[in-house]
């Protein structure tokens, strides 16, 4: 069975607060993704990576980086946390490009409020 | 930027046949469509995922329009367990890779 596992379910940060959230696979998947779910808006796509230590830009970038060092983790940064960033993350992993042919394995995710 | 619309919640009643249908007018050629599954306080799950025609599997079927504009996903014979929210999923035209979601379809299995 594929395992993707998240560092945290819960999260409380404060404002400008730096904050990191780690996504770990064991299934030796090239791709991994971070994602946001809000209500009424799904889940768009933040960042994802197709192999270590290359990222590209999803949806909505803006206010987030991202962290592939090795294989199995990828870790989502949030360089000073706001209000807005509130929000449920989830982290999958897929065998190949998920819009091409590939199933994504999700996390439990993280729900993060930001004070 | 392509766009998916599903309808936000729909209601059903345990054994019949239910049909949620994602719009998706600006699929790319080589993109598949996906749907997958999501219950309360868990990620997304895969139920099934199709090119074009007609897929099926151990829990649902998918169709697919010839001009890929749409798709429907049908779980036949419902049971209380098939409560969940229901995402479409393609890839994006534009010039960069992107994966849409769409905003999800309630679906409420009565007993």
């Known amino acids: 069975d594929v395992k993707v596992t998240q560092s945290s379910r819960y999260l409380v940060k404060r404002t400008g607060e730096k904050v990191f959230l780690e996504c770990v696979q064991d299934?030796?998947?090239?791709?991994m993704f971070w994602y946001r779910q809000d209500p009424g808006l799904g889940l768009r796509l933040i960042y994802f990576s197709y192999d270590v230590k290359m990222k590209e830009k999803g949806d909505i970038p803006e206010g987030y980086s991202v962290s592939r060092e090795k294989k199995e983790r990828f870790s989502l940064i949030l360089e000073s946390a706001s209000t807005n960033q509130t929000s449920m993350y989830l982290c999958?992993?897929?065998?190949?490009?998920?819009?091409?042919?590939?199933?994504?394995?999700f996390g439990p995710g993280t729900r993060l409020t930001v004070l | 930027l392509a766009k998916t619309t599903q309808p936000i919640s729909m209601d059903s009643y345990e054994g019949q046949e239910v049909n949620i249908t994602c719009s998706h007018n600006n699929i790319a050629t080589n993109d598949y469509i996906t749907w997958y599954q999501q219950f309360p306080s868990q990620g997304p799950r895969f139920i099934i995922q199709?090119?074009?025609t007609k897929v099926t599997n151990e829990v649902a079927s998918l169709f697919i329009p010839a001009d890929r504009k749409s798709s429907t996903l049908s779980l036949p014979r419902v049971s209380l367990s098939d409560t969940a929210v229901y995402y479409c999923?393609?890839?994006?035209?534009?010039?960069?890779?992107?994966?849409?979601f769409g905003s999800g379809t309630r679906l409420l299995v009565r007993p």
């Open positions: 199709g090119y074009k």
């Open positions: 999958a992993s897929s065998l190949s490009l998920a819009g091409r042919g590939g199933e994504q394995f």
């Open positions: 299934m030796d998947h090239e791709n």
């Open positions: 999923l393609v890839g994006d035209m534009g010039s960069s890779y992107k994966l849409i």
